[in-house]
């Protein structure tokens, strides 16, 4: 006579024995739990993480777009940009603010000092760069005044002494408030100190925090500083790739490949970078937490299947055939990885929400994560119990009603 299993019965076997050990059946099932939770955590968090991070690009690092220009191969060469063309680049549709500015070169910066006394146990002068800028600098390099104020276009035309301090050079220099018109002296002339820059927040312009900035012509009469050599430019979100292009022309019709442009990376390339970066790094964590729910599940079954012996040699001897026995305890495990799936699941989901909330961000869930959570647990159950599923299958059913041992 053949011998056939139900498959509701089968259920049936299978949910009686996870019913018999409810502690152990729970602990295990947390295993589960803590490795698909970890795992639907860290890929929410990360695309939450990387949505965030881009969108701060998006606003701020999107809209900027920096030109060098390098100094004439000869000294008797005109300069590859005038000062004018950066009128015409400001009239780009789309660009928001354009600031020039020329400086000393980096190991040539001259002897910067506040005061004209000499003493001896004091080292007074400092070497800073020097900065030759336009009016329009604050704007295009996302800076404010923190003291004073920023020379204007009449500064400019008449090519007034002054001078603005980063809040680096201010501080070398003991500069801390400029009510009292305080002079500094570059190259041993002296230079009327009018303002101290706050924060510099474009981030490749650092070096203006440590700089003494006077206007370009008098920077070019003065200190000899030169023609224009960086020309910063912030845009319209959306229209930096396009500035970038047409600065160039813009700034040197003549010989625009002159002109070296930088120009911000793709928003969305960079927001997918974010995302697989941060997805790659905390995966480990959460493929590791499954590996260890995996062999918490693979060892329980092992254990049941020991201590069930009896049970297997009596269901063997009445017929049961050892697809049947397998059969029963790889339903255990994969009820087991299931119910650890949906639970981790629901818990990495309801964690993600709550990290967003806390933090005020807007939280990014994947619909294919969440629906595949639990598959995936019950996938993991599974093939743990695949192992003590075939040892059970082969136990012979004389030795097996014998019990442990």
Known sequence: MRSRLDIRDLFAEAVAGIGTRPAR???TVLGTVLGIGTLVTTLGFSATAGNQIAGRFDAVTATEVTA?????????LPPRVEW??????????????????????????PSVRANTVRDPERVLDRALPVVGATASLLGAARTGVAHGRFFDAGHVDRRDRVAVLGPQAAEQLGVTRVDNQPAVFVAGKPFTVIGILGGVGRANQ???????????????????????????????????????????????????AAVQVVAPPDPAALRTGVADDVSGLLLVLGLVSLTVGAL?????????????????????ALGARRRHIA??????????GLLGG????????????????????????????????????????????????????????????RGPG
């Open 206 to 256: 650092q070096e203006l925090a440590n700089a003494v900035i006077v206007p370009w012509t008098t920077g070019d009469d003065t200190l000899h500083l030169g023609p224009v050599g960086t020309v910063l430019v912030t845009t319209a979100l959306g229209a930096a790739p396009l500035i970038a292009r047409q600065a160039p022309l813009a700034l040197s019709p003549n010989d625009p």
């Open 25 to 27: 059946t729970a602990l």
């Open 296 to 316: 918490g599940i693979a060892n329980v079954t092992l254990v049941t299947v020991m201590e069930r012996t009896a049970e297997i040699g009596l269901r063997r």
């Open 84 to 109: 004018g063309a950066l009128t015409d680049l400001a009239r780009l549709n789309g660009v928001t603010a354009v600031a020039g500015y020329a400086r000393t070169q980096p190991g040539q910066e």
């Open 342 to 401: 949906i639970v981790g699941a629901s818990a990495g989901i309801l964690t993600v929400v709550m990290i967003s909330v806390a933090r005020e961000w807007t939280p990014v869930l994947d619909g294919r994560l969440a629906a595949g959570a639990p598959l995936a647990g019950a996938v993991v159950g599974l093939v743990a119990g695949l192992y003590p599923a075939l040892r059970a299958a082969a136990m012979q059913p004389v030795d097996a009603l």
């Open 68 to 76: 060098d220009i390098p100094p004439p191969a000869g000294p008797d």
């Open 327 to 336: 059969a029963q305890f790889l339903v255990e495990a994969t009820v087991v």
